[in-house]
């Protein structure tokens, strides 16, 4: 299990290879964000991450966040952190990460982005940066609406009251090589293109949340803003 030391030598490491990555694509290394995915990760390790740079935390599932993010809120050493969901969300922990998130990766359908909307202007009002995550690979088992069905749920969605639509996210599939998942960012790529181009967005449409420790290099040269890290920083899970 890594310790402050490693986990802090993984974000400089990570930061350079993304660095790397960005300068093959002619891309600044500050256009993407790292989201340090905490799942399996006790509080104490998180603040290790915090210590070294990292800001930007995602989670996988609402009943394993809400501890950490009460945790880690209660540290006056530390700085604003923002939470990011990551995994899929159910219909019925929606009004728990209206109240926890800043970000959710993973609205899939008009109806939950609709509940989402509700539940942040029946509550204490503010807005949730929300993607559209969208199956670019097509597998069954992975949530997402279809690249076609993308521009008409956007339609529906941009405007709710308390939501900001502010990208798309992908889960790629898994691969050996990272080169084989590169169409898979790159679909989605062209299709971020394409919406904005059509004005159904505006210009807060601006981000990619696409790969992971296995590939994030190549999505960053293919564009991702917002890459979801976590066994690169913090080692392999238990």
Do not use: C, Y
């Amino acid at each position: 299990m890594e310790g402050a030391s490693d986990i802090s030598a993984n974000v400089t490491r990570l930061r350079e290879r993304i660095a790397e990555s960005a300068a093959r694509a002619g891309r600044r290394p500050d256009a993407v964000t790292i989201v340090a995915v905490t799942k399996g990760v006790e509080p104490e390790r998180i603040a290790d991450a915090i210590a070294a740079g990292i800001t930007h935390l995602g989670e996988n599932r609402v009943q394993e966040a809400a501890p950490k993010i009460a945790a880690l809120a209660g540290r006056s050493d530390l700085p604003r952190l923002h939470w990011h969901l990551v995994g899929h969300l159910q219909h019925n922990k929606v009004r728990q990460a209206a109240a926890l998130f800043s970000f959710i990766h993973s609205v899939d359908s008009e109806r939950l982005t609709a509940e989402l909307s509700t539940r942040i202007s029946a509550g204490a009002g503010g807005s949730i940066d929300i993607l559209l995550q969208v199956n670019v690979s097509g597998e069954p088992q992975k949530f997402g609406v279809a690249p076609r069905e993308a521009p008409a749920v956007l339609r529906e969605v941009v405007g709710l009251p308390g939501l900001r639509v502010v990208g798309l996210m992908t889960i790629a599939p898994q691969a050996d090589d990272p080169e084989r998942v590169r169409p898979v960012f790159r679909r989605l790529r062209e299709l971020h293109d394409a919406v904005r181009a059509s004005g159904i967005v505006d210009d807060e449409f601006a981000h990619l949340s696409m790969g992971m420790s296995d590939d994030f290099e190549v999505a960053v040269q293919e564009g991702a803003t917002m890459v979801r890290v976590g066994r690169a920083i913090f080692g392999s899970r238990p």
